[in-house]
């Protein structure tokens, strides 16, 4: 049976594109633990420059972080005002939807995460993300002691700034899709590569001007249901 859908793969980023009441996940965490904004500045500043590698630069933070006695708890406490982004329950219900009757029919349709956010951060806002997403790539944060309380390590993605394109290209390969046939929704810098290589690229609360000239659609209203009619 012929796949009707336009697009056969569409991909999301997380923090300020599916995760709302945040820019970047590390950022806000750092600003709720109070670590130290002189560090974390010029740790950022060294991976622009290249001088750290972006695994290096996650193991620098959660140093700062435990620094200021971050726990399981504090952490998870931090992310206590993240929320989904308005209108992003029902897109992602709707494509659920689309994607089992797809299924039913014979065909496929498939929804990834590519993004540099933090696993506690995706099951706060959408614990049973599982549920909707065929593919997620992301950071994983490592907790450990009798009560799960140590932050001890990060299982850092290989896949965020312009790496996230490879995770569009690693999907594309493994379920023989075509570029042209992917969806690609993010709202900064980091989404920039991967948006360019997208067939079709959506900025979508956009921050970045950039990411707004390169996009195929810029979606001003701050509801993801509006990337709908662009999709479906
Ligand atoms: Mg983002």
Known sequence: MKNNLKYKLICFDLDGTIIDETIFIWQTLHDALGSDKVRRKKYAQDFVDKKITYRQWAEHDLELWREVGATRSKMLDATKGLILMPGALETLNELKRLKEKAKKE???????????????????????????????????????????????????????????????????????????????????????????????????????????????????????????????
């Open 106 to 232: 014979g065909n496929f349709f498939k929804l990834a995460i590519i993004s540099g956010s933090l696993n506690i951060a995706l099951e706060k806002v959408l614990p049973n993300y599982k549920d909707y997403f065929d593919d997620v790539y992301i950071n994983h944060l490592i907790f450990d002691g009798k009560d799960g309380e140590n932050l001890v390590g990060i299982k850092t993605t290989a896949f965020d700034f312009e790496n996230k394109a490879d995770a569009l290209k690693e999907i594309v390969a493994r379920e023989n899709i075509p570029l042209g046939e992917c969806v690609f929704i993010g709202d900064h810098d980091n989404d920039i590569h991967v948006a360019e290589i997208a067939g079709l690229s959506i900025a979508f609360n956009c921050k970045s001007e950039r990411l707004a000239q390169i996009a195929d659609i810029v979606i001003e209203k701050k509801d993801l249901r509006e990337i709908l009619k662009y999709i479906l």
